[in-house]
């Protein structure tokens, strides 16, 4: 008797993720956009995902446009979630000592949400994890739904399309197409590169306790 889905399920690792999901591929792929646009759990790895799945596109049996079109209501709908927690929930679900819903994550998702105001919409979804956090920062902000529904569409159309034209491009290259694993490492490096970054600036900027003080 097989079993659908193995005792553990290689979440980090595109490729296996992508093969355990089997002839549920799709459906697969739409999940993990889901989740990681907007519904609190940003440690999926929807860039690579997304640039894997074109790559291997032909080996899965599905096609760039049905990635794209998959990836683009799942993002959309992800960050609708994300913007009613926002709204009715907020900071409630957020406490400082947290692992995931951490307050100065929510926090780092409202200063680029007022840094670029709707257009972080477009701007986040490039960038890991905060691209989980922005849907709640603009909900928090009182953001009006239709505007943030037109800038979430138009985010979540630029993030699937380019991803996905990444892969096919890269899927043309001989070494690329041999070497996806390696590949995967990459653009997860890459895409939390300013995360990285801007942490350790804000770090730096983060004022010292005089001698004396309570820290």
């Known amino acids: 008797m097989h079993t659908i889905v193995p005792a553990v399920v290689p979440i980090f690792d595109a490729t296996s993720l992508l093969h355990t999901f089997g002839p549920w591929v799709l459906l697969g792929i739409g999940l993990v956009v889901f989740v990681e646009s907007g519904v609190l759990f940003p440690f999926l790895p929807g860039d690579s995902l997304l640039v894997t799945a074109a790559i291997l596109s032909s080996a899965l049996g599905i096609t760039p446009w049905q990635i794209i079109l998959v990836g683009v209501v799942a993002a959309f709908l992800g960050d609708q979630v994300g913007f009613w927690l926002g709204r009715r929930v907020g900071r409630r679900l957020f406490r400082d000592d947290a692992r995931v819903l951490r307050t100065s994550r929510l926090q780092e998702a409202e200063a680029f949400f007022a840094r670029y105001g709707a257009l972080a919409l477009v701007l986040g979804r490039f960038v890991p994890i905060v691209r989980t956090y922005v849907p709640l920062a603009a909900g928090t902000a009182d953001l ?30 001989p070494f690329v197409a041999h070497n996806i694993d390696v590949l995967s490492v990459v653009i997860v490096v890459v895409s939390v590169l300013p995360v990285v970054i801007g942490a350790l600036r804000a770090r730096r900027t983060r004022p010292t306790p005089r001698s004396g003080e309570r820290v």
């Open 144 to 173: 009006r739904w239709r505007r943030f529904t037109l800038w979430n569409l138009v985010g979540g159309i630029a993030w699937v399309v380019g991803m996905t034209v990444v892969g096919v491009l890269l899927g043309g290259i």
